[in-house]
């Protein structure tokens, strides 16, 4: 009767182990669930935070999209129309006197370019900047000069700024391409910002979405991990598009402060026309023009001294902030371009340095 005993007892011994491990399963199944909650929660409210500053950068970067498109089509438009009206332009016996820094040297824009430029965003404005693709006026504000002079001739503008949104993950994605809409916005694109590749990142969300709850704990924990890893690579996505989102304004704020200096500008440099006007109309040739009911021819030799040195210093502010409306924030690559803040400061310098009567129209 001995072996019976042993075996009942052996049976309850293995009752109590199936049971302890039974209890310890539900407990490992309970921890798991609870992981797997904490990971969806905590990639759910680093998606939300990433959002809001994804929907922040991109609305400053339309508002400096929009403002340079304007500083290119009312200012520099303008500045174009009075300027080309002089011929035998010679600005060089000025340059001695009232120069720009040598960042500017080997950044200056000719006329050609210049009403290029202007002409395209005027078509654009008159077409509504609503007609653009979303991103486009990301596009303005992130790569001005390249976004600007996409295409070879006016006509194409629209369609060349609202193209190359297209094409461009970056942008499309801080044109409107949300996560919920698919997290790129261009099928198939690869998005990099600030060194960090997001598509993967985005792509943990099904994967979480898709873990079963009857998932083992070393599972859950491996899971966690990797969500953890994801969602401190989303802190730095954020902390880039902060820094963005700051450089734009910086940027939008001083084409503002240039814009309004300019505006005085502008006014001088209608009445020095209007003085050219008024003493070269009795050159025979533009007597002649007078009567045909074309432009007046007018001689940049013939100008007082003080009306030449206006045309100079205007010429000077012109690049200054052509400067500005051109240089790109971000590089193709989507990181942050290096020398973007420097750029900004020189321009800040050179402001300073415009002659006295020049500056003090800039504060």
Same mark, same amino acid.
């Given at each position: ?92 016996? /000025? $340059? #001695? ?7 500017? !040297?080997?950044?200056? =824009? ?5 009403? &290029? +430029? ?30 600007? /002079? $996409? #295409? ?7 369609? !060349?700024?609202?193209? =190359? ?5 970056? &942008? +499309? ?31 943990? $969300? ?158």
């Amino acid at each position: 009767m001995v072996i019976p005993i042993i075996l009942g007892g052996a049976a309850a011994i293995a009752g109590i182990t199936g049971l302890v491990k039974g209890g310890q399963a539900i407990v490992n199944g309970s921890n798991a669930k609870e992981i797997m909650k904490t990971a969806k929660n905590m990639y759910e409210e680093a998606e939300e935070i990433l959002e809001m500053q994804r929907e922040k950068t991109s609305e400053q970067l339309e508002r400096l999209g929009e403002l340079k498109l304007q500083a290119w089509s009312e200012d520099i438009g303008e500045f174009v129309k009075l300027y080309s009206k002089f011929k035998h332009v010679d600005l060089e016996s /000025f $340059a #001695s006197q009232d120069s720009l820094s040598p960042s500017h !040297s080997s950044k200056l =824009a000719n006329l050609a370019e210049l009403k &290029l +430029a202007s002409l395209k965003a005027s078509e654009v404005i008159k077409g509504g900047v609503s007609s653009l693709g979303a991103g486009a006026l990301a596009g303005v504000a992130s790569y001005g000069g390249a976004m600007m /002079f $996409a #295409s070879a001739s006016t006509g194409t503008a629209i369609a !060349s700024l609202s193209g =190359a949104a297209a094409t461009n993950a970056t &942008l +499309a994605w801080f044109g409107g391409g949300s996560l919920a809409a698919g997290g790129l916005g261009v099928a198939g694109g690869t998005l990099v910002l600030g060194g960090v590749v997001v598509a993967p990142v985005l792509a943990v $969300a099904g994967f979480i979405m898709a873990a079963k709850a009857e998932e083992n704990l070393a599972q859950a924990r491996k899971t966690y991990a990797e969500v953890a890893a994801k969602v401190e690579e989303m802190g730095l996505l954020v902390d880039f598009m902060v820094k963005v989102e700051d450089l734009a304004f910086r940027y939008e704020t001083f084409i503002q402060k240039v814009r309004k200096g300019y505006a005085q500008q502008l006014h001088d440099l209608r009445d020095v026309v209007d003085r050219a006007e008024r003493h070269q109309s009795r050159l025979l040739l533009n007597r002649i023009k007078k009567l045909l009911g074309r432009s007046l021819t007018l001689d940049f030799r013939r100008l007082s001294l003080a009306d030449q040195k206006q045309l100079h210093h205007i010429w000077l502010s012109t690049q200054i902030l052509h400067t500005i409306l051109v240089h790109p924030l971000l590089t193709k690559e989507g990181d942050l371009a290096e020398d973007a803040p420097l750029v900004l400061e020189q321009a800040n310098q050179s402001l300073l340095e415009l002659p006295e009567n020049v500056g003090a129209v800039y504060g």
